[in-house]
């Protein structure tokens, strides 16, 4: 499943709220939809999802970091100066050969902007929170990723005061690459457990 249809299977009704509400105030020149498309790069291309993807490398290249990543992410992510408003508390899951993780919220769409920027518009859609719950290997097989059924997949879900961030498996071949390198195969979607790292060669 493409971009394209990851966020046609997700729209939702409040999304098209969001938008004609957009409108309605740049008619009524209440808001800039200039300073709006500023706001949306900077979380989107800048904040995140690059920020996280540094941290993934920096745990895959620095064993000592990973352990106080998984330990107490909060402060390993603020180690690298990602903090601030969506990432107060952070809880860094691994995936492993016997775990996959994948992240949620079911109750609406907290989600650790520090670090992943802004939330794709299925996260934050109904059927996506409902039925990655329920069904979570389907839902992965939606986008493209079957999990063998000797992996277990463990869903987590966020909340106002904690999010989670998935640490993916680094890929192979990947021996000798620097964390510049490394950091340019994470995607946002392996780092919410929908997908996998990029393999080299093969930069997001």
């Known amino acids: 499943m493409n971009e394209t249809e990851k ?18 105030l740049v ?39 990973k352990k106080r990543l ?9 180690e690298l100066g990602y903090t601030g408003v969506q990432g107060e ?6 995936n492993t050969d016997d775990v996959h993780n994948v992240l949620v919220c079911t109750l609406c769409s907290c989600y650790p902007w520090p670090t992943l920027g802004l939330p794709a518009n299925w996260y934050k859609a109904a059927p996506y929170r409902s039925r990655v719950v329920i069904d979570p290997r389907g839902v992965l097989k939606e986008f493209g990723l079957e999990v063998s059924p000797k992996i277990e997949v ?7 005061e ?5 640490l ?4 192979a071949g990947t021996e000798g690459m620097s964390e510049d390198e490394l950091a340019e195969l994470v995607t946002r979607d392996s780092m919410i457990g929908v997908g996998l790292p990029n393999t080299p060669g093969k930069a997001v």
């Open 7 to 24: 966020e046609g299977r997700y729209t939702t009704d409040v999304a098209l709220r969001v938008k004609a509400i957009e409108s309605l």
């Open 27 to 65: 008619e009524k020149d209440l808001l800039d939809p200039a300073a709006i498309d500023k706001i949306v790069d900077l979380y989107q291309n800048k904040i995140g999802p690059r920020n996280g993807a540094r941290v993934v490398a920096k745990a895959w290249t620095d064993p000592a970091y």
């Open 70 to 78: 998984i330990e107490d992410g909060t402060s390993a992510v603020a």
């Open 89 to 94: 508390e952070m809880v860094v899951v691994e």
């Open 154 to 160: 463990r869903v987590w879900d966020s909340n106002a």
């Open 162 to 166: 904690l999010r989670y961030m998935v």
């Open 168 to 171: 993916p498996k680094r890929p």
